[in-house]
């Protein structure tokens, strides 16, 4: 059961409807998931029909993504379900705002990734004023928090998240969780519109201090989940303290909101190099057997 306390949202990171169902039982509860291409391409139906020597179109890739997520949609009709667009680094907002129109089509209750890239916030600015739900990945910096907050006003709460990726600060050796604490300081001078979905989540640790720094909103990897489901939703405490283990902190920068989108330095490497390995992943399904590829 959902402990009484916990105002976060918890949605799972992942790409299979199994664990969709298994998280359900186990925890009593899941307020939504997020998919992205790498997650898809690892769900055991892509895999097998891989092994076994079979091909995808990029047409067949797009069917079975839309299947995976009516299933977790179906599960959790009243959470949020994220669906990304394919997006390499030479894809126009165009056809990323093409793609979030017919892949909102799909489910109810969809949630639209675009990159915190600048064609992936011209596209969301676009998506949200025409109606669009979405969910602005692979943020890593305050700046780019600051672009989404700026590049959707006016659109409705619960309509906007942006999700700062953790881990990847972590792995090269920067405090994510330092990200979490500044933006949603940041946003606490705002109206509200944005939420924070802590991402790229590696640990219990981040998961618990994410509660307590009071972001909206959590996806968490099944394994996690299911850690914390098995030792009974443990909440943290006022004494909980997170040890960053020694990872830089990363300032807090005092961000004006009221600056038009393009007005704010929204460039990050890791951004760059998680649309590349999403697209990639994404790629290595199409057209080639599984023995065929390295
Ligand atoms: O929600 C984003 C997440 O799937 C990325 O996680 O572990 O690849 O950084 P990770």
């Known amino acids: 059961m959902r402990p009484h306390n916990l105002k976060t949202r918890i949605f799972l ?10 998280i359900i039982k186990l925890l009593g509860f899941l307020d939504g998931q997020t998919t992205n291409p790498t997650l898809i ?70 949630q639209i990734k675009f990159p915190a890239s600048q064609e992936g916030l011209i596209a969301a600015e676009q998506a949200v004023k025409s109606g669009l739900r979405v969910n602005l990945t692979l943020c890593f910096t305050q700046e780019q928090a600051a672009a989404v907050y700026a590049a959707t006003r006016g659109a409705k709460r619960g309509d906007v998240f942006v999700s700062p990726f953790i881990g990847r600060l972590d792995d090269r050796g920067e405090n994510g969780m330092d990200l979490i604490s500044n933006i949603v300081g940041m946003y606490r001078k705002g109206d509200g519109h944005v939420e924070v979905l802590t991402a790229s989540v590696r640990n219990m640790d981040h998961l618990l201090y994410a509660i307590k720094l009071g972001s909206d909103i959590i996806t968490v990897p099944f394994e996690i989940l299911k850690e914390w489901g098995e030792k009974g939703l443990p909440m943290p405490g006022d004494d909980y303290r997170y040890d960053s283990k020694g990872l830089r902190t990363i300032p807090c920068k005092d961000s004006d909101l009221s600056k038009k989108w393009q007005d704010y330095d929204i460039s990050h490497d890791l951004t760059v190099k998680g649309m590349e390995n999403f697209s990639k992943d994404w790629n290595s399904l199409i057209g080639q057997p599984a023995g065929a590829r390295t």
Do not use: C
Not at 56 to 62: A, L, R
Not at 82 to 97: F, G, P, R
Not at 98 to 109: A, D, L, T, V, Y
């Open 13 to 22: 990171d992942g790409g299979n409807p199994d664990e969709t169902k298994e």
């Open 41 to 110: 391409a690892k769900t055991p139906g892509v895999r097998e029909h891989l092994e076994r020597g079979g091909r995808f179109t990029s047409e067949d890739i797009y069917n079975y993504y839309r299947d995976v997520v009516k299933k977790i949609s179906a599960l959790i009709p009243r959470g949020s379900v994220s669906i990304e667009v394919y997006a390499d680094l030479s894809t126009k907002a165009d056809e990323m705002l093409r793609q979030g129109r017919e892949m909102f089509s799909w489910i109810p209750n969809a």
